[in-house]
């Protein structure tokens, strides 16, 4: 059993770890940069130890760094959280090799869905369905463009080592295909060292449907259902929610299949998502693994119960899953909301500052996942997300309104943020309904919302000013006064 684990990572996901960690009776370790001195997860960690300056090339992305302190203190694993190192095989091999336990998969089952196309071929011949398109790369763009007008205009190139969005280009026609194709490889080797560019049919507005999956080191395969993840802009998730409503039992059984197939092909151990398209017909086709636990993975444990970090640690130990597919159904909804440290009235402009007046919501069925408290220092260093907010309803309509509740309890002093935006988009008629795509945010609620929320949305200062003054006047009437008063009008206070 694992005694002690190094957390490579900061920030929510570090906190995460940590209380997966203290639960199990194993001894936390965190690593900080400089700019994280004194941060929540060093102080709730059992051990800190500092890595390095605040730029992460120098902290938290130095493998051999992280290593060697994982032998000093006597670290028996590293969990990389995600982002940082948590997909690099490169690290995964220095881990396999060093004796740590690495918790997460073999450096062998990354490498495998590293490339895309190399991926994709694996994905035909395991049953799992592809968008369709080429699993070599083009090496000539007019060989591209016959196999364009093969499979039909509009076609997607993309770059074989992209991934999350860097190096795509639409193409609608053939006169435009030789520029666009070259335009691309130049992209893609300045961004990724390697120009190999192939073709995929465009799936026109399609939603961004994914299925966490988990499996043991003794082949033992399990799904814990959808996340619908569609509500994004430019490429930033921004809601998920399971289950998705969009998915009837059929074709939950078999996207599910689908993901478990997926697993099965790159010998798959660990926590790990299977990316799917979903057309407006219920066809679904593979986009991408990701080999790592997620941001999103909170509404899938509040749906099914299993706490997937408790899992991970586990199965890195050598132990079994701990249910069987039977044991495991999808309960009620969950809902989460990114909170994002950006000025959502102002072109979604990176905010930066010390959080004041911090305060976070709570109540029945309310999770919060945050790396901060007051006066947490939000820095350009790090990724912008203060903190997650994901809640549960028996019903969906339960799940949404909880979620507004929720928002509204919100108090976030200090730097701006996209709360206004979350709340406009739970409240619009296409979140409501439910069949929304991946281009609803940038094609159509970021103009309503930019012609609706100026209203509401008022500076830190006035906001903070505005909180005092409401609590003083209600605690100056409760000394003097024994009449029944309204201390939750700090808004109004606004308008006086
Ligand atoms: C696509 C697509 C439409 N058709 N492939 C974006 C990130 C990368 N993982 C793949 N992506 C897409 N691939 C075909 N053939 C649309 C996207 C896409 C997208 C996918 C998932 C979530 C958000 C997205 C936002 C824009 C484009």
Known sequence: MIKKILIANRGEIAVRIIRACKELGITSAAIYSEADFGSLHTILADESYLIGPAQSSLSYLNKEKTIKLAKEIDADAIHPGYGFLS??????????????????????????????????KLMQTHNVPIVPGTTEPVKTF???????????FPVLLKASAGGGGKGMRKVFSENEFQSAFESTKREALKAFGNDEVYIEKLIENPKHIEVQVIADKFGNYRHLFERECSIQRRHQKIIEESPSIFLDDKTRKSITEAAINAAKACDYFNAGTIEFLMDQNKKFYFLEMNTRLQVEHPVTELVTGIDLVREQIMIASGEKISFKQNEIKQNGYAIECRIYAEDSTQGFLPSTGKLKFYREPSGPNVRVDSGVMNESEISIHYDPMISKLICWGKTREEAINRSIRALDEYFIGGVNTNISFLNFILKSNEFTEGNHNINLIEQKLLKEYENNSDKNIFTDDELAAALLAAHLKSSFKLKTQTESYSSN????QLYE
């Open 87 to 120: 997909e690099n095989s490169e690290f995964i091999k220095m881990v396999e090799e060093s004796g740590i336990t690495f918790i997460g998969p073999s450096s062998k089952s990354v490498e495998m869905m590293g490339s895309k196309t190399a991926a994709r």
């Open 142 to 152: 007019s060989e591209g463009l016959d196999y364009a007008k093969e499979i039909g």
């Open 489 to 492: 009008k700090w808004r109004e």
